[in-house]
């Protein structure tokens, strides 16, 4: 039998973890709040801690690439240590019944596990050739998508049952991640090194050395806030009976899991194909006016039919917004250079993943939810604008057709 290529090797056990990464993504991205909101009745700034526990962990990823490579480790070793511990994380979580102990352990498995994105870059460039990378993206995160439609229905039954089932929720979650652990440490891959990786504050020097990557991760920030100010107000939208739709938690699951996840499904691979052929600023600019429509559609009504055509089209933009946020780097960045190129990009992601929620908050606790929305769509509206600014520059000439 034939020995199999690093690239088949990678895309084999890609496709493994992928639907217990759609677990996780469900639970995380919804479920961990719900709880929050109807079991514990957090606060707003627990809340948006909650919310922006994933970009909380991208902050620190510079420094964890630099640990990595200070060990000389391989980055798929790497990655699966994190979900490992996030295991961990998680099964405290679905044992406790304080909101503090919850908060840490969720915040905390959350940080842990975005550790391993700017290491599967590096995976990604190396295993796969740049014309495949879109492609063999794709069939991984339908898989992610699918498996988060199945775990979100059957937590939103499970909540809706009892609210106090929620441990069930957090410890199949802790199950899901020593699955995505196991499969990560049998990806192939080589040990990192600081000559490739170089020091945190050499990473980001690269923010005013190479103008060109400053200023489109300067349009991405307006991007990224304008779009994150948003997405814990959705679940306060429906959840809060003071705006009138007080939901149930299966609706709540299906509206802000399912149907964008089904759209995601059947947009992905049209995505991953635009992503390898197509200009760069084009596709982005595409999503760009999905999300500013997903937004308007969501806010300005409270009929659920709507919401949900609403979410049908964020989901649409996830699509192909996963696999451009996840690539994009490997663009515009020397080959060898990509997981340096990729840390900067995620620290910035976590900075405004981390204030955003924040300040949607804010902005909720003196207005109202579509308030929140007309701020996040002018700010998506800008930074469109900004990224057609740079279309013809040198660096994108050869990008697509």
């Not at 790497?78 to 979580?93: E, K, M, N, P």
């Not at 796969?128 to 998508?145: D, K, Q, V």
């Not at 947009?267 to 390898?276: A, E, M, Q």
């Amino acid at each position: 039998m034939p020995q199999l290529s690093n690239a088949e090797r990678t895309y084999r056990n890609d496709r493994f973890r992928s639907p217990f990464l759609g677990i996780l993504e469900a639970g995380w991205s919804t479920f961990a709040l719900v709880v929050a909101i109807r079991y514990f009745e957090a606060p707003e700034n627990i809340k948006a801690f909650i919310v922006g526990a994933g970009p909380i962990g991208f902050l620190i990823t510079p420094i964890t690439l630099y640990a990595v490579a200070k060990f000389g480790a391989r980055s798929s070793l790497a990655c699966g240590l994190a979900f490992a511990l996030a295991a961990l994380l998680l099964l405290g979580a679905s044992w406790v019944d304080s909101l503090l102990a919850f908060s840490i352990l969720i915040i905390a498995s959350q940080v842990a596990t975005v550790q391993h994105t700017p290491l599967m870059l590096q995976v990604y460039s190396d295993n796969y050739t740049a014309g495949e990378r879109g492609s063999r993206m794709s069939t991984p995160f339908i898989l992610t998508a699918i498996s988060s439609i199945a775990f979100s229905l059957i937590g939103g039954k499970v909540l809706d049952a009892s609210i106090q089932y929620y441990p069930w929720i957090f410890g199949s979650m802790a199950i899901g991640a020593m699955a995505v652990a196991y499969a990560s440490t049998r990806i192939p891959s080589s040990q990192l090194t600081t000559e490739h990786v170089g020091n945190p504050w050499q990473n980001f020097s690269l923010i005013w050395k190479d103008k060109f990557f400053g200023y489109l991760l300067g349009v991405w920030m307006l991007l990224g806030i304008g779009n994150l100010i948003t997405l814990p107000v959705r679940v306060e939208y429906l959840a809060d009976p003071k705006y009138g739709i007080n939901a149930d938690n299966t609706t709540i699951a299906f509206v802000m899991l399912v149907t964008p996840a089904i759209t995601r499904i059947l947009s992905t691979r049209i995505w991953s194909h635009l992503f390898d052929k197509m200009h760069l600023i084009t596709t982005r600019n595409v999503l760009n006016i999905f999300f500013f429509f997903a937004i308007g559609g969501f806010f300005f009504t409270q009929n659920i039919i709507i919401i949900g055509i609403s979410m049908g089209f964020f989901g649409v933009a996830l699509g192909g917004g996963k696999i451009i946020w996840g690539l994009w780097v490997t663009k515009i960045a020397p080959p060898e250079k990509s997981a340096s190129y990729m840390s900067v990009h995620m620290a910035l992601t976590g900075l405004r993943g981390t204030l955003a929620p924040f300040l949607g908050y804010w902005v909720l606790s003196y207005s109202t939810p579509s308030a929140v929305a007309i701020l996040g769509m002018m700010l998506i509206a800008i930074a469109c604008i900004l990224f057609e600014c740079i279309r013809g520059h040198k660096r994108m000439i050869g990008d697509g057709v």
